[in-house]
Antibody, heavy 120, light 110 residues
Framework: EVQLVQSGAEVKKPGESLKISCKGS????????IGWVRQMPGKGLEWMGI????????RYSPSFQGQVTISADKSISTVYLQWSSLRASDTAVYYC?????????????WGQGTLVTVSS | NFMLTQPHSVSESPGKTVTISCTRS????????VQWYQQRPGSAPTTVIY?????PSGVPDRFSGSIDRSSNSASLTISGLKTEDEADYYC?????????FGGGTKLTVL
């Protein structure tokens, strides 16, 4: 069974940097796309962007371009989502999600989610 | 860009059938596939319908999806409702640059 295992919850202060991770459980990790989805408290799902770990081809949703950085280390089957300067409005649960294409295909596997709390 | 509009909430009794709509604001609903995701409280989402009408393995056939070109909307229908179906449901489609989620519908089974 394919699994995506995300890093644990984080509590940060505004202005701090952060990098959260999503690790795949199988060799085909580099042959799928891994996306990130934000869910703010009590709100819906928002698509942030996606990366192909095989060659690090990355596409961002216009709303998140320049706000976050998505990267990958295929040698350890891990994708990352990072912020250089967090804001209180970044408080949310972040899910990674596996799919076969950057846009068309459905998500077939979800990570368990990482709660990020940004508070002074 | 476009939006997907869902009712905020629906409720129905166990054993009944409920339909959740998802209306596309611009562009044809039929042009790009629609997926549906279920999110139970405190859990990550899971896929219940993909490519408008397809069910992943393990999803019961009580769940079905459809497209209505006349209303430019997609629908998720759940028959024989069970208490375990109580969850938030999100539709999702895409355009040339990104995926778009609907705002979500809270299904209450009472």
């Amino acid at each position: 069974e394919v699994q995506l295992v995300q890093s644990g919850a984080e509590v940060k202060k505004p202005g701090e940097s952060l990098k959260i991770s999503c690790k795949g459980s199988e060799d085909s990790f580099t042959r799928h796309w891994i996306g990130w989805v934000r869910q703010m408290p009590g709100k819906g799902l928002e698509w942030m962007g996606i990366i192909y770990p095989g060659d690090s081809d990355t596409r961002y949703s216009p709303s998140f371009q320049g706000q976050v950085t998505i990267s990958a280390d295929k040698s350890i089957s891990t994708v990352y989502l990072q912020w250089s300067s967090l804001r209180a409005s970044d408080t949310a649960v972040y899910y990674c999600a596996r799919t076969e294409t950057p846009i068309l295909a459905h998500i077939d596997t979800w990570g368990q989610g990482t709660l990020v709390t940004v508070s002074s | 860009n476009f939006m997907l509009t869902q009712p905020h909430s629906v409720s129905e009794s166990p054993g009944k059938t409920v339909t959740i709509s998802c209306t596309r604001s611009s562009g044809s609903i039929a042009t790009n596939y629609v997926q549906w995701y279920q999110q139970r409280p405190g859990s990550a989402p899971t896929t219940v319908i993909y490519e408008d009408t397809q069910r992943p393995s393990g999803v019961p056939d009580r769940f079905s999806g459809s497209i209505d070109r006349s209303s430019n909307s997609a629908s998720l229908t759940i028959s024989g409702l069970k208490t375990e179906d109580e969850a938030d449901y999100y539709c999702q489609s895409y355009d040339d640059s990104s995926r778009v989620f609907g705002g979500g519908t809270k299904l209450t089974v009472l």
